[in-house]
Structures are given as C-alpha cells and as structure tokens.
C-alpha cells in the first residue's frame, strides 16, 4: 500500500546549523510530494510540493528534491533559524487524500 | 480573513455523550476534508467531501458522522464519546480533490478531550 516514512524525532539543532529531515515513500506509480509544516499550536501549512520526479520543489529557504530512483523527497535548508521550530510532516498524494508520514519535530536554540 | 475555521477550538466533554464540530471554508473549493490527529502528532485522513458528495470514508467507527450541508460546509458529529476519540481534529479543503497537486488548506484544529 501507499506509506510514508520520515526519520524519528526530535531533532535539535543550534542557529544557523543545516538541516536534512528524511522521507521515504511506498506508493504504486507516481505521487504526488509534499512538506507540511505545524507550528505549535496551529494548523497545518504547506510548505513545499513536487508533483513529478526530478522536481525541486522550494520555500522560505527549504529544498527538497523528487528522487523515483530512491523513492525519496529529503527536506534540506542550508541555516535554521528558531522560527524553524516546528513539526515537518511529510506527505504524499493518494486519490483526494493526503497520506502523512509520523512527523518530525524540530528544535532550533539561539 | 481566516479561510478554513473551526469551532470550537477545544471541546471537553464526557465519555458517552454527543458533540459537533463545525468547519468552514471561504476560498470556494469543491472538495473538504476531516483528519485526526492522535497524542504521538500522527495524522489520517478520515472523510472526504467533493461538492456535498462523501468520496472517502476511512475505517472509521460508525459513531462518526460527517454532514456537508452545502459546500462550503463540513461538520463533523460524534456519538457516544469514548476516551479514544480525544484527539485534534483537523479540517482541510481543496480546490478541486481530482487533482493530485492542489495543496490542501487546513483549519487550525479542534482539541477533543473526552474524560
């Protein structure tokens, strides 16, 4: 069936520090990609999708890259900053739904 | 202008009785969503509406019950609350559910606490 799998939490990284959040997939044919993030407190937002392999899909400084031959789409940003922390779901399309991976939770000190 | 909400933000309530939540969309999308989300912060889709159509019903107990009165609207009822029903719920929507890139926009959450 259709997964997603993202590397335990939490994560805990000083100002400035570079960031790599992992997410791997399980999907048949080819899905659709996105990062969700929660701030505490609220709801979800999107922060960055790719729909075909190869895409690059960017925003607010973060990357992530749409890998078929590994199945993966790898969320980087190059300096965190304490806004940064956050839950990050990854996440893929299935039908109308959203499939979510567990969430990583990311904490940025100054 | 907020452009999904939900109300209300927390709900407290007592194992076995019956609650609603409600949810809102301005942005005229066709397709609205409910998910839960449990204490470990996992997410998973329960209901899907496209134009007042149920299109995903997830293996959810029968005690939930999703009303789309029309399509900006998406309500959520539960019966007999059991503890295992505390949780956040999230309501989302989209433009059109079909397509696979549309992003889906999420409410703030409602925090079902059930003692």
């Known amino acids: 069936g259709n997964s997603v799998t993202q590397m335990e939490g939490p994560v805990t990284l000083s100002e400035e520090a570079f960031l790599t959040i992992n997410c791997t997939y399980t999907a048949t044919g080819y899905p659709s990609l996105f990062w969700y993030v929660q701030y505490p407190g609220e709801g979800l937002q999107l922060l960055l999708k790719?729909?075909?392999?190869?895409d690059k899909g960017s925003n607010k400084g973060f990357e992530a890259t749409y890998r078929k031959e590994t199945t993966s789409f790898h969320l980087e940003k190059g300096s965190v900053q304490v806004s940064d922390s956050a839950v990050y779901f990854c996440a893929l399309r299935r039908g109308t739904a959203l499939i979510f991976g567990k969430g990583t939770t990311l904490s940025v000190s100054s | 202008d907020t452009a999904v909400s939900q109300t209300p933000k927390y709900l407290v309530t007592q194992m076995g009785n019956d609650k609603s939540i409600k949810c809102e969309q301005n942005l005229g999308h066709d397709t609205m969503y409910w998910y839960k989300q449990d204490s470990k912060k996992f997410l998973k889709i329960m209901f899907s509406?496209?134009?007042?159509?149920?299109?995903i019903n997830e293996t959810v107990p029968n005690r939930f019950s999703p009303k789309s009165p029309d399509k900006a609207h998406l309500n959520l009822h539960i019966n007999s609350l059991e503890l295992g029903d505390s949780a956040v719920y999230f309501c989302?929507?989209?433009?059109?559910?079909?397509?696979?890139?549309?992003?889906?926009?999420f409410g703030p959450g409602t925090r079902l606490t059930v003692l």
């Open positions: 790719a729909t075909k392999a190869d």
């Open positions: 989302a929507s989209s433009q059109d559910g079909t397509r696979l890139y549309n992003e889906q926009f």
């Open positions: 509406y496209n134009n007042k159509e149920l299109i």
